[in-house]
């Protein structure tokens, strides 16, 4: 019997109690100090009790090694047949212009072709994506630039994507910055709308210092008047909440806000957060950017200290909220970047990219759909093939099957390739988690 090689095993932040968390065998155990300073033991290859030896077997902590073996590739097996029975995203770009001038944008830099979105591009898309999706569960996410613009000619073009969509069957999504969503309401309600995502970075003074109109001009009040009518028309919101160390302290103050206007009661409103982060260029100030970690620790101190915010968002701190939510741990996680797998995206001008994190940048299209299907098949296979068992530096690595190697486009920008990893700081996760879950209880709402 051995160590499993995906025993995840730390000290809970804050507690004299360890956790120990196996992905492969599906176990997770908080320990006392006791049985903690065992396992440390055991690390340190010092005999244990033939008792908590046992235990630990019993849960796949110590097993075969070539049992384990077998299972991982099993367990990959699995991963693999259920990804091709899922849903794929379907990203769609009218547009990279917008309304807003964020201070963070990462699209400021890309280049706005003269070419403009016709009915033609959105019949070339629903075509190809027929033919190149059939037989998938498939949904199509409309995304920017800003897509709901508050022109004649953009509700036009909208309103003729919202009918190939209905006549297609496709649930449709809108990322949108929200400032003309009560513009919008009635045609989007033509739609099989599965959610709209808008962003609101803090209440309002903080919000219009990080999100404002083109020229200048204040948007938090109009965005807010949005979200209720969205709501009030039954159309589900996914309020989005850009964090970095800007804007960290208005979440209780947002959270309260949205608690207040009985967002949060609602079945329709969900939330998330989104870290502020270097995606493509240099952010003029890198220094006010939280790593992965850094934000989850802030997180984490705000939380205990205002205890109304996961009434609002409740942070996954890795796998720890899905255990504490269904008593289990999910299925191991091969490949935590679905570029390619069951995302795409597609933009107004014909090209096809991985995802939303490539998609409009130069030199990362795949092919096209229109005016003519091209595929550089070289290319796609590569992000096809991304997974823990081809990066190298994963095959050692007892996070894989929680951290599931990343972000391939966080990858290449740091490194040049697709084929390397994105860490991320799994364990660190689950210390604050098992605290914020399982030891301190963070969960006044519960
Ligand atoms: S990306 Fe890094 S942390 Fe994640 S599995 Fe690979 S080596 Fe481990
Ligand atoms: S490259 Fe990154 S942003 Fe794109 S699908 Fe993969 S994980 Fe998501």
Redesign the pocket.
């Known amino acids: 019997m051995i160590y499993s090689r995906h025993n995840i095993f730390s000290k809970i932040a804050g507690s004299e109690n360890f956790f120990i968390v196996n992905l492969l065998h599906g176990s997770a155990d908080i320990l006392n100090s006791a049985e903690g300073k065992m396992v440390s033991d055991l690390l340190e290859g010092r005999e244990i009790p033939g008792e908590f030896r046992e235990s630990l077997t019993a849960q796949g902590y110590l097993a075969d090694e070539r049992e384990e073996e077998l299972l991982y590739r099993s367990r990959y097996l699995d991963f693999t047949d259920e990804r091709d029975e899922e849903e794929v995203q379907l990203f769609f770009v009218p547009n990279y212009s917008c309304n807003f001038a964020c201070s963070y944008c990462y699209q400021d830099e890309y280049a706005n072709p003269a070419q403009e979105l016709t009915t033609g591009i959105i019949d070339a898309f629903f075509d190809y994506i027929r033919r190149e999706f059939a037989g998938r569960k498939k949904y199509v996410t409309v995304f920017g630039g800003e897509p709901l613009l508050n022109s004649a000619r953009q509700k036009a073009l909208i309103t003729y994507l919202i009918k190939r969509a209905n006549e297609a069957g496709l649930e449709l999504c809108f990322v949108t910055n929200g400032h003309s969503l009560e513009e919008y309401t009635s045609i989007l309600k033509t739609a099989s709308i599965r959610e709209i995502q808008v962003t609101l970075d803090g209440t309002g003074p903080v919000h219009n210092m990080r999100r404002f109109l083109k020229g200048g001009g204040a948007t938090f009040d109009k965005i807010v008047e949005g979200i209720d009518a969205c709501l009030e028309q039954q159309l589900p919101v996914n309020l989005r909440m850009v964090i970095d160390r800007e804007n960290i302290e208005s979440l209780p103050d947002l959270a309260q806000f949205a608690i207040g206007k009985g967002w949060t009661g609602n079945a329709l409103f969900k939330t998330q957060l989104g870290r502020n982060y270097e995606l493509h260029h240099c952010q003029a100030d890198a220094g006010k950017l939280f790593s992965r970690i850094s934000l989850y620790e802030s997180v984490y101190e705000l939380v205990k200290k205002h205890p109304h915010i996961p009434e609002f968002y409740k942070p996954a701190y890795s796998v720890s909220k899905f255990i504490f939510e269904n008593g289990r741990l999910p299925d191991p996680l091969f490949d935590a970047c679905p570029a390619c797998k069951t995302e795409w995206a597609f933009d107004y001008t014909g090209q096809i990219y991985s995802c939303t994190a490539t998609v409009g940048k130069p030199g990362e299209s795949l092919g096209t759909f229109y005016p003519a299907v091209t595929r550089r098949d070289e290319l796609i296979g590569v992000w096809e093939n991304r997974d823990?068992t081809n990066?190298s530096?994963?095959s050692g690595?007892n996070?894989?099957l929680a951290?599931?190697?990343?972000c391939g486009s966080v990858a290449k920008n740091a490194s040049g390739t697709i084929g390397s990893?994105?860490?991320?700081p799994?364990k660190e996760l689950l210390e604050l988690g098992f605290s914020a879950y399982f030891d301190q209880k963070q969960q006044p709402d519960r």
């Open positions: 823990v990066l530096e994963c690595c996070l894989q951290c599931g190697g990343g990893t994105d860490c991320r799994v």
